[in-house]
């Protein structure tokens, strides 16, 4: 593991919806921090901090130092984190407490090495996939690593690779392949490719013929399912965690 990130943190009394939006305009972010056999506890952080610290791929998949006022640390991860639709701002994140004596699962990135170098990957006409690109492992604090790896050097053509390929540092272990029911999906694969795929070619000559046969109307314009105007936001940002500290303080 790499040096271990600080983040600056404020203890806060007032929550609800109200008082999260009174912290978001002075430039602070909502959060909480709950687990470890204790009460939840509600936070300010400081979103220029925030941001900067998520910057680092690390701090999504390793133990961060919570600094709560001058002499008060805990460790935790990243639980949840809601950002704005289209705005750079977090607008609430939830910490998990962590003890050293157990084990904790959480998501971490997976790295592909030697796919540039692969027959696969110098082959014409071969892509290669990442079909997913993190796992979820187990592992005690100390022994959690920022990411794992998996080296690609080898494949060909046709060949893929799933999740017990992978190598784990010691005292880590994939969930999804101890589970009764073993669920080793395929992280990669190399696949051949037509000529006409990835150019768009293809997709234009299907949008000529739905036109020519009338399936599209003239000007017609579909919205992605999702879209909402700027009030929309879930909410108002708060998560989970902030839902149960809010019960915690009086139900607000």
């Known amino acids: 593991m790499s040096d271990q990130t600080t983040i600056n943190a404020e203890l806060r009394e007032?929550?609800?919806?109200?008082?999260?939006?009174?912290?978001?305009?002075?430039?602070?972010?909502?959060?909480?921090?709950?687990?470890?056999?204790?009460?939840?506890?509600?936070?300010?952080?400081?979103q220029e901090e925030l941001l900067h610290a998520t910057e680092n791929e690390a701090f999504y998949a390793s133990i961060l130092e919570i600094k709560v006022d001058k002499d008060t640390t805990q460790q935790a991860v990243v639980r949840?984190?809601?950002r704005h639709p289209y705005r750079p701002l977090i607008?609430?994140?939830?910490?998990?407490?962590?003890s050293a004596k157990e084990s904790l699962k959480i998501s971490v990135p997976?790295?592909?090495?030697?796919?540039?170098?692969?027959?696969?990957?110098?082959?014409?006409?071969?892509?290669?996939q990442h079909l997913i690109t993190e796992v979820e492992i187990e592992a005690l604090p100390k022994d959690l690593p920022e990411f794992v790896t998996i080296?690609?050097?080898?494949?060909?053509?046709?060949?893929?690779?799933?999740?017990?390929?992978?190598?784990?540092?010691?005292?880590?272990?994939?969930?999804?392949?101890?589970?009764?029911?073993?669920?080793?999906?395929?992280?990669?694969?190399?696949?051949?490719?037509?000529?006409?795929?990835?150019?768009?070619?293809?997709a234009a000559a299907e949008a000529e013929a739905a036109l020519a046969e009338g399936e599209l109307?003239?000007?017609?314009?579909?919205?992605?399912?999702?879209?909402?105007?700027?009030?929309?936001?879930?909410?108002?940002?708060?998560t989970s965690g902030e839902a149960e500290a809010g019960k915690e303080e009086g139900g607000e």
């Open 151 to 202: 080296d690609l050097s080898d494949m060909d053509a046709g060949d893929s690779v799933s999740l017990s390929n992978i190598k784990l540092p010691e005292g880590v272990e994939i969930p999804a392949l101890l589970a009764e029911e073993v669920n080793d999906m395929q992280v990669a694969n190399a696949i051949h490719i037509k000529e006409s795929q990835g150019t768009g070619a293809a």
């Open 91 to 98: 607008m609430h994140i939830d910490f998990l407490r962590v």
């Open 14 to 46: 007032d929550v609800g919806k109200g008082a999260s939006r009174r912290l978001r305009r002075d430039g602070k972010v909502p959060a909480v921090m709950y687990g470890g056999h204790r009460e939840p506890v509600t936070l300010t952080l400081r």
């Open 80 to 82: 949840d984190m809601h």
């Open 110 to 128: 997976i790295h592909f090495i030697g796919e540039e170098e692969s027959p696969a990957g110098i082959a014409s006409g071969v892509v290669i």
């Open 217 to 238: 109307g003239e000007g017609e314009v579909t919205l992605e399912e999702g879209e909402e105007g700027e009030e929309g936001e879930a909410g108002d940002g708060e």
